[in-house]
């Protein structure tokens, strides 16, 4: 069964810092990978996916994420933090071999930006 | 463009009642999905439509949870008898076909049941 895991309940950054919020995976075939943002009061935003090609991602807000397939990994990075990057970010899977369209989530992490 | 919508963004029920959940997904996007979150949780998937195929229902956690889908157009998410541990956020996402990547994501309806 595929499964998501974000060790990391909350990452604490001070802004212009660079930032890391990390995600693991367990999947049985070559897996999709996505981050989402959920800001307070709002629904999740997809912030970018990892199907194929090259490993390092490029998404929205200048957020990237590097797959690792070795390491079974797909952390989410930032060069320079901002205040505004503070909210509750979200890994999911989804394993396209078992035919089954939903996402699996990771617990959360939630990012906080201090000034 | 309108994004997907959810209705009511709020609900507060008495243990036992019956509560029905209401999800507009994007113009056009044939997929829908229901998730739950609970506080402190990630998201759990409930249920997938895609179009006028069978649903998958492998995420629905009990009989009292179903939901309906009109074409490809509004959804419901019913929970009948409801428990205090249904309490949750109930988050509907949609996508353009079943093979498109991004889910996007409504606003979603915050269940509390006393």
Redo the contacts between chains.
């Keep these: 069964a595929q499964s998501?895991a974000q060790p990391e309940d909350q990452v604490n950054v001070a802004e212009g810092n660079p930032l890391t919020v990390k995600c693991t995976y367990s999947v049985s075939g070559n897996p999709?990978l996505?981050w989402?943002v959920q800001y307070p009061?709002?629904?999740?935003?997809?912030l970018l996916?990892y199907?194929t090609g090259d490993n390092l991602v490029k998404g929205s807000y200048g957020f990237e994420a590097e797959f690792n397939k070795s390491q079974t990994s797909f952390h989410l990075k930032k060069p320079s933090a901002l205040v505004s990057d503070s909210a509750l970010y979200?890994c999911?899977v989804r394993d396209p071999t078992t035919g089954?369209?939903?996402?699996?989530?990771?617990?959360?992490t939630r990012l906080l930006v201090s000034p | 463009g309108a994004?997907?919508s959810q209705s009511p963004s709020n609900k507060v029920t008495e243990k036992g009642k019956d509560v029905e959940l209401r999800c507009d997904p994007i113009s056009g996007h044939t997929?829908l999905?229901w998730?739950r979150q609970r506080l402190?949780?990630?998201?759990e998937?409930l249920i997938?439509f895609?179009g006028n195929s069978a649903p998958?229902k492998?995420?629905l956690p009990s009989d009292r949870f179903s939901a309906e889908r009109t074409g490809e157009s509004v959804s419901t998410l019913t929970i009948q008898r409801t428990q205090q541990e249904d309490s949750a956020v109930y988050?509907c996402?949609s996508s353009l076909t079943?093979t498109s990547?991004?889910?996007?994501?409504?606003?979603?309806t915050r269940l509390t049941v006393t």
Aim: aromatic share 28%; proline share 2%; hydrophobic share 35%.
């Design positions: 998501v999709y996505f989402y009061n709002r629904g999740l935003q997809f996916k199907i979200f999911a089954f369209q939903k996402l699996v989530f990771g617990t959360g | 994004g997907v997929a999905y998730y402190g949780q990630g998201l998937f997938y895609q998958d492998s995420g988050l996402a079943e990547y991004e889910q996007y994501f409504g606003p979603g």
